[in-house]
């Protein structure tokens, strides 16, 4: 006769394992050597005490007494599974689901075996077989949803939530559930609905506050997301991820020493965290301790050495002191771990001009052109230098591409003015005059008056060039009501005077 004892479901990885029970042996008067049932029982013994090694090898004599013994197998590929030999457990589930095709546990186990060699799609079909042969296998139900979700099916995890929920509509869990995957799927305002229903029927639960926290901050809506974040950790003040997130949401809303105090702890608590240490690093970098900052951003750097983001920001640092050279060695570096990162040839053709090398600031803007065809700064920076070339055709294509994307810009709208003008001919002096009275006509409160002046000039000498003498000495006049000292300006009104 055998006697089943309630074992406990054990959690490995993402995968819940099932152990079976253990049995009962037939009391006799002589001593005899150890049946099946023996060798069993004394390996669940041996397991209860952690004895791994003996477990092992008492299921092994059990399943070789008697190979039909799907329980001493299914208990042996447990012990190989506690030992992380999956290949071997996953020969001893599948001896155990041969003996017995139709034990669910069996099944269940073998699946978990899979998922853990990522073989996600074996895992999917026993899962399945076990739910076939046991529906109310709670276990194995989890167990599929983790593979569906691991193997990208989402759509058939959604499936199989709402289904459970349609039985069940107030299980938080299950709501909670759904909305990572909505989460994974990117279908924000459907993880936000789920993870709220989950939070409002378990509000003593940190993991679905925090959850919902997650998927706000991922929306957008900052705010929410703070207060959601807060409570998570007011219910559970260990929860790391939250912690990191709410410091990503202080920083969002510029509430930079908030977000210093909370990244401090989540780097004590995970030390290697690469996106811990680089936001702690940001949040120093933008309260100007810049010290810290880089310490911050080469502990990143170190932790993560493929990504060019942390050197970067230490160039920008460099560049923010007029430190150019080292700012344009730490530009190169982060390109030299990815080629493409724009960040990188935005911030090295910057420093570049300010060095004077022009040629390789302009080979830069070409890059961020290449990388970023909308760039507004680079098509800028290439049409400025297009135009000091007194290439002006090439200058006039740069502004127009400019004015598409930014129909107010004004410097953009001033210097095609020059180019048009550069150019000439009839009609590109009107087009240059044209270009001139549309940027007057825009926001020139945030130029200098000098610079004022400089516009005002121009549409004077385009005016001089068409013959409108009465208006090019207009002009010329308020230039210098904008700036008295404006030499130009002096001696075009007296040329245009001389001619009235």
């Known amino acids: 006769m055998r006697r089943f004892t309630a074992w406990q479901v054990l959690l490995l990885g993402f995968a819940l394992l099932g152990a079976p029970g253990g049995r009962g042996a037939f009391a006799e008067e002589e001593e005899k050597a150890p049946n099946p049932d023996e060798y069993f029982n004394q390996g669940v013994e041996h397991f209860k005490r952690d004895e791994l090694n003996q477990a092992e090898e008492a299921f092994r004599k059990a399943a070789e007494m008697r190979a039909t013994d799907h329980e001493a197998l299914c208990w042996l590929g447990y012990v190989l599974m506690k030992r992380e030999r999956v290949e071997e457990a996953i020969k001893a ?18 699946g978990t075996a899979y998922f853990h060699q990522q073989g996600f799609e074996e895992a999917i079909r026993e899962y399945t077989r076990a739910l076939e042969l046991q529906p109310d296998y709670r276990e194995a139900r989890h167990n599929l949803l983790n593979a569906y979700v691991a193997a990208g099916k989402h759509k058939e995890a959604v499936e199989m939530y709402r289904d459970l929920l349609a039985k069940d509509p107030q299980n938080p869990a299950l709501l909670n559930g759904l909305g990572e995957v909505y989460q994974a799927i990117n279908r924000g305002n459907e993880a936000i609905q789920s993870f709220e229903k ?13 959850n919902l926290g997650s998927a706000l901050l991922a929306a957008g809506r900052i705010a929410d997301a703070i207060t959601a974040l807060e409570s998570a950790l007011q219910l559970d003040a260990t929860l790391t991820n939250a912690k990191l997130n709410l410091g990503i949401a202080y920083a969002k809303k510029l509430r930079w020493p908030d977000a210093e105090k909370v990244l401090r702890q989540v780097v004590k608590e995970k030390p290697d965290d690469f996106l811990a240490h680089f936001r702690l690093a940001y949040a120093l970098d933008q309260q100007g301790n810049f010290d810290e900052a880089i310490s911050e951003y080469e502990t990143a750097a170190k932790l993560n050495e493929k990504d060019p983001s942390p050197l970067s920001n230490i160039g920008r640092i460099h560049f923010k002191r007029d430190n150019l050279e080292a700012a344009v060695k730490y ?3 982060a390109l030299e771990l990815d080629a493409d990162f724009l960040p990188a040839h935005n911030n090295l053709a910057l420093a570049l001009a300010r060095l004077n090398r022009t040629e390789d600031a302009l080979k830069e803007w070409g890059e961020v ?28 294509q740069g502004y127009l591409a400019v004015l598409r994307l930014e129909r107010l810009n004004v410097a953009a709208m001033i210097n095609l003015g020059v180019a048009y003008d550069g150019i000439g001919g009839e009609d590109n002096l009107e087009e240059a005059r044209a270009a001139y009275e549309r940027a007057l006509q825009l926001d020139t409160s945030k130029l200098t008056k000098e610079f004022q002046a400089i516009l005002v ?4 000498v385009v005016y001089q060039k068409q013959g409108k003498l009465k208006e ?3 002009q010329y006049t308020r230039a210098l009501e904008l700036n008295p000292n404006y030499q130009d300006a002096k001696d075009n009104l007296a040329r245009a005077k001389e001619r009235l």
């Open 198 to 210: 989950a939070a409002q029927l378990d509000a003593k639960n940190a993991t679905y506050a925090s």
């Open 457 to 460: 000039n121009n549409l004077g």
């Open 331 to 333: 530009f190169e570096q």
């Open 369 to 396: 052109k290449r990388l970023d065809p909308k760039n507004v700064a680079a098509l800028m920076a290439v049409a400025d230098a297009a135009l000091d070339a007194k290439k002006y055709e090439e200058a006039k």
């Open 472 to 474: 090019a000495v207009q």
């Open 93 to 110: 589930f599948q001896d155990c689901c041969r003996a017995k095709p139709s034990y669910a546990l069996g099944h269940n186990n073998l």
